[in-house]
């Protein structure tokens, strides 16, 4: 399986029809007119704004939205067609490649991208049919120091599987798949859900990662490459650097914007919109850049140890349709009912007046009786302890509840509405019990879901 780089790059060829002519060539020392149709078989459609050129030849053109391309004064012969596309960047593929027999112009060449089925069939080995609802992700790991292939590197990409119903409410379930790289480097991990947000982070005995994001892909293939770097914390020799501006869409530059990383604490963008990530281990990283209002964006990028990464950002407005008004004026009141009703049953609350002049959720959280917050040397909250004796809450956003609580790192205290504490099982609200939980809860509401 994880031989699927490599498997993919060198079958390119051969996954176009390339069929020779039945017609009579021309005569010799004429020249032809050759068409062709570009398509892309992930998506069952054609390629449109396609670049093919004509190895050998200097000739090259591009496709139109139907796909199709035309070169005119081509002598008879054999040549081998080459297509590039942001299609094929997308998947890794620096492009695609068909050998076709040039006679008297009346045979059409046919170039495309690989069927998913293709795909599947060379990454996972299996017969029949791919399921609908899986796909899968590959790519190479390199090693931050010398940018050489890792081999036997672990790579894991998880997902959660998120289930409702009336009888049993909502459950969240964590899924993990493993594998580990070839000799070049390369891995590839089938099986893995299209329709959910999937995370995949490569390490070795030394080394490691970020935890990356991937969102759900329409064509169910995805390469990400990963760059792994020194994983202790006391390692300074291998660290870096990430430099960058964050505008809007106008290029404006966009202050007071927040830098979040799972590794090295919060930064903001300055007035004129640059920022500066100090002290961020080498190796493939993400950046989340939050701001109320804006389309939250999830930023991917590759540090150099004792070297500076550039990361240019651009937000834009959450849009907001007039149609969610009401609705979303009915929920506010719904909540308010509810609140109103849970006050009296007990626990400890703050509103966002109270809660807007704390720097950090750590520093919100804690500030509630007989409540700590558990963070590790990067701020990263891991738990939050409630009551007496101590035991680990159970936490609830916006009425879910959540399996991750390092989630709340990503959250600043002006984004929240209300935070509800209730620091033992016998003062938990019943929407917030858990079944088997000794606990209390945390319930936390924010802005844009009381909006």
Request: charged share 20%; aromatic share 6%.
């Amino acid at each position: 399986m994880a031989s699927i780089l490599v498997a993919v790059t060198l079958v390119t060829p051969r996954l176009s029809s390339t069929q020779a002519s039945a017609h009579p060539t021309a005569a010799p020392g004429s020249s032809v007119a050759v068409h062709g149709v570009a398509y892309d078989s992930l998506r069952g459609e054609p390629l449109g704004d396609a670049f093919v050129a004509i190895a050998g030849l200097g000739m090259s053109t591009t496709s139109d939205s139907h796909g199709r391309f035309a070169f005119d004064g081509v002598p008879p012969g054999t040549y081998t067609f080459n297509m590039q596309h942001a299609v094929l960047d997308s998947l890794g593929l620096s492009g695609i490649a068909t050998r076709s027999t040039v006679t008297d112009g009346h045979d059409e060449i046919r170039i495309s991208v690989p069927s998913f089925a293709t795909f599947w069939h060379r990454a996972c080995s299996t017969a029949g049919q791919p399921p609908k609802d899986t796909g899968f992700v590959y790519g190479v790991v390199r090693d931050a120091a010398h940018d050489a292939p890792v081999a036997n590197a672990t790579v894991e990409v998880t997902w959660v599987d998120v289930s409702a119903s009336k009888a049993t409410g909502i459950h969240q379930r964590r899924y993990r798949s493993q594998t580990r790289t070839d000799s070049n480097g390369s891995y590839g991990v089938c099986g893995v859900p299209a329709s959910v947000d999937v995370r995949v982070q490569a390490s070795s005995d030394s080394a490691a990662s970020g935890l990356i994001d991937l969102p759900p892909r329409d064509i169910r293939v995805q390469r990400r490459d990963l760059v792994i770097g020194g994983a202790e914390a006391s390692d300074t020799t291998r660290r870096g650097t990430i430099v960058g501006t964050v505008t809007d869409i106008a290029g404006h530059a966009f202050p007071n914007v927040r830098l979040v990383m799972d590794e090295v604490p919060e930064v903001r963008s300055g007035a004129d919109g640059r920022f500066t990530i100090r002290n961020v281990p080498a190796g493939t990283r993400q950046v989340e850049v939050l701001s109320v209002g804006m389309s939250p964006v999830i930023a991917t990028v590759d540090v150099i140890a004792r070297d500076s990464a550039l990361l240019t950002i651009q937000l834009r407005k959450v849009t907001t349709l007039d149609a969610m008004r009401v609705t979303a004026s009915s929920r506010q009141l719904k909540f308010q009912r509810e609140f109103a009703e849970r006050r009296r049953l007990g626990g400890y609350s703050l509103d966002s007046t109270s809660l807007a002049g704390r720097g950090t959720m750590s520093a919100a959280l804690s500030g509630f009786p007989s409540t700590q917050v558990q963070s590790n040397n990067y701020g990263k909250i891991m738990a939050i302890i409630v009551g007496t004796p101590p035991c680990r809450a159970v936490l609830w956003i916006d009425g879910f509840r959540q399996v991750d609580v390092d989630m709340l790192t990503s959250f600043h205290p002006d984004e929240l509405a209300v935070v509800e504490v209730y620091p033992n099982a016998m003062a938990v609200p019943a929407e917030f019990m858990t079944a088997g939980s000794r606990c209390g809860a945390v319930a936390i509401w924010t802005k844009r879901e009381l909006k």
